[in-house]
C-alpha cells in the first residue's frame, strides 16, 4: 500500500515477482552477480574485486561470528540473544525475524538454543544501531580503548591490532 492509500499487487508483475524475491539473497550460497573464476580458484564481484564475507549468506555470517566466540558459555548466550536490526528495508522484510531464527538454528549446533530479537517498532529497529552506539562510546570504560588520531599517526595501523586482536 502506498502512502496515497493505493494498492499495488506487486506479483501481479515479473518485475514484481522478483522484486519479491530480493530478500532470499540474504541466505543464498550464490549470488548472481558474483563471478567464480576457475582458473585462479578465487571469486570475485563483477567489478573484479575479491570475495568478501558480505558474499556469505547472513546465517553462514553468524554461525562465523558466534564461532569466533571462545567462551561456550558466552556463544550459547550470544546465540540466544541474536538482534534484528537496522534501517534498511532488508531487516523490515516480513518474515525476516522468523527465516533468520530458522536458518541460524540449522547452521549452529543443536546444543544451542537460537533465538531472533526484533522490535515491532519500525522507528526503534531503524535507529536501533545508533542508540545502542551512543550508549556504548558514553561509557567511561569503553572511552579507554578509544584509539586517538594522534597515537594513529605516530603508530599507524599496528597499534589498533595491538589493542583490538
Known amino acids: 500500500t502506498l502512502p496515497d492509500g493505493t494498492k499495488v499487487d506487486l506479483e501481479q508483475t515479473k518485475y514484481g515477482r ?3 524475491k530480493l530478500p532470499e539473497l540474504y541466505f543464498s550460497d550464490k549470488v548472481p552477480f558474483v563471478v567464480e573464476d576457475n582458473t585462479t580458484n578465487t571469486t570475485t564481484n563483477n567489478n573484479g574485486d575479491p570475495f568478501t564475507w ?14 569466533s566466540v571462545g567462551d561456550a558459555d558466552a556463544r550459547k548466550e550470544l546465540c540466544g540473544n541474536i538482534v534484528l536490526c537496522g534501517g534498511g528495508a532488508s531487516s523490515m522484510t516480513m518474515g525476516m525475524e522468523q527465516r533468520l531464527s530458522y536458518e541460524v538454528a540449522n547452521t549452529v549446533s543443536g546444543f544451542y538454543k537460537t533465538r531472533v530479537v526484533a522490535s515491532r ?13 551512543s550508549i556504548l562510546t558514553s561509557l567511561g570504560s569503553f572511552q579507554q580503548l578509544w584509539l ?4 594513529y599517526e605516530e603508530y599507524g595501523p599496528y597499534l589498533s591490532i595491538q589493542r583490538f586482536p
Do not use: Y
Open 18 to 20: 522478483d522484486l519479491c
Open 54 to 67: 558480505s558474499n556469505e549468506p547472513l546465517d553462514k555470517m553468524i554461525h562465523a561470528s558466534l564461532g
Open 121 to 133: 517498532n519500525t522507528v526503534e529497529r531503524t535507529f536501533a544501531p545508533w542508540i545502542g552506539a
Open 148 to 151: 586517538t588520531k594522534q597515537e
